[in-house]
């Protein structure tokens, strides 16, 4: 039983990169835990399924208890998405979600992913910042935080999303999700880039995404003349003009192409699912029948 202040003030969660952009990607969620509105609370990881876990609260109850007690749907209806980005960040959720009158239940939860590894989008986002994206590496391991969203709020998160990200289903089959109780997800969703994934001119390899904006920003910077010209000097002097320049983001985002830094990501394109009808939790059953017990 835990009573000590989990607000994500007094935890440290509380950036929104939407609005200082500088903090992208905001601190994802450090262990497994119910968002709800400006509190995240600790779960109780059990060899079960989601919804058995139990709530690190005054009165300890089961998960889905906690979310139907408040009004809010069970773990079984609601839909795995794979956060890359600020979508892993408790401020930047309840913010997305809150602004639009949508309650910010959601569970969050580290989950350990097998050949996928995080970037930079090829595109400057309408925040000013260089947004992260997914791209397909085989032989990565990389711990990605999973949001249970409901139906409503998984529309919510297209409509930030969508046009600049696309969505897809991957299948646990040939990227395996393993939960902290050892659970290995049958698929969850995820967003990719539309732009393609921003390559580092000396290895013409993905550039590393997730890490600390204003050191990406400079960095662009000084790999460009055109973008030192047009959003320069500094970080800061970028996200300011970006943010209230639409025109400079188009400009911006050409020249990472015309600079011949933008990889295309083909690799989702077989599992896109942007306009499928999602499937729920519950229709994505575990690869295995048992779990072991939690590591």
């Excluded at 397909?136 to 391991?141: F, H, K, L, T």
């Excluded at 600390?212 to 300011?240: F, I």
Aim: charged share 25%; net charge negative.
């Amino acid at each position: 039983m835990r009573t000590e202040d989990r607000s994500l003030a007094a935890l440290g969660l509380d950036d929104v990169p939407a609005r200082q952009p500088l903090t992208y990607p905001g601190r994802p969620a450090p262990v497994p835990s119910l968002l709800i509105d400006d509190e995240l609370l600790e779960l109780d990881v059990r060899p079960q399924r989601l919804g058995e876990w139990y709530v690190e609260e005054a009165a300890q109850r089961r998960l889905d208890e906690a979310l139907v007690d408040r009004g809010q749907a069970a773990t079984g209806r609601r839909h795995p998405v794979i956060a890359v980005g600020s979508n892993a960040s408790p401020g930047q959720v309840t913010y997305k979600l809150t602004r639009l009158g949508i309650p910010a239940a959601v569970p969050m939860v580290p989950v350990r992913v097998r050949g996928i590894a995080v970037g930079c989008s090829g595109h400057i986002s309408p925040a000013g910042y260089v947004a992260g994206t997914p791209y397909v590496d085989r032989e990565a391991e990389t711990q990605l935080v999973v949001t249970w969203l409901d139906a409503t709020q998984l529309k919510a998160v297209d409509d930030t999303e969508f046009p600049d990200y696309r969505r897809a289903i991957l299948p646990g089959g040939d990227f395996e999700m393993t939960m902290p109780s050892g659970e290995r997800l049958g698929g969850a969703y995820i967003y990719f880039s539309a732009h393609g994934v921003l390559a580092d001119p000396v290895t013409e390899r993905p550039r590393p995404g997730g890490g600390d904006q204003s050191e990406l920003l400079e960095s662009l910077l000084k790999d460009s003349p055109r973008l030192m010209d047009l959003l320069g000097p500094d970080a800061t002097s970028w996200v300011a003009a970006a943010g209230a320049d639409r025109r400079l983001r188009e400009q911006g985002t050409l020249v990472f192409g015309e600079e011949g830094w933008v990889l295309p990501q083909t690799e989702f394109l077989p599992y896109a699912d942007d306009s499928a009808q999602p499937r729920p939790y519950d229709d994505l059953p575990p690869l295995d029948d048992s779990l072991p017990p939690p590591r």
